[in-house]
């Protein structure tokens, strides 16, 4: 059964960059589209991005369109994040998914999540 560990976050500064990781370990990583998901204390969790599994589809919610950037590497059974421009309301828990396809972030069809890694960005 798959399964995912996010790593890569920590505190940040406005304006700062990182990179998140979703590891993939007991399946192979290409089987699944991967998309990213966050969570801030209080608010519903929202999804940011997706990864077909050749990586010929990619897709970002508008909130980080053009500033944050999937990409997989299936070889290292590894999805990135690639966080620029971060701003303070990037701050939250971020979370890694697997699903057969890249299906609209509110559907039921994200089945293996990770435990996620928290980010903030603070002064």
């Known amino acids: 059964q798959l399964q995912l560990v996010e790593s890569g976050g920590g505190l940040v500064q406005p304006g700062g960059s990182l990179r998140l990781s979703c590891a993939a370990s007991g399946s192979t990583l290409n089987y699944y589209a991967i998309a990213w998901f966050r969570q801030a204390p209080g608010k519903e969790r929202e999804g940011l991005s997706c990864?077909?599994?050749?990586?010929?589809?990619?897709k970002y919610a508008d909130s980080v369109k053009g500033r944050f950037f999937i990409s997989r590497d299936n070889a290292k059974n590894t999805v990135y994040l690639q966080m620029n421009s971060l701003k303070p309301e990037d701050t939250a828990v971020y979370y890694c998914a697997s699903a057969s396809f890249c299906f609209s972030f509110g559907s039921t069809g994200f089945n293996s999540w990770g435990q996620g890694t928290q980010v903030t960005v603070s002064s």
């Open positions: 990864i077909s599994q050749s990586s010929g589809i990619t």
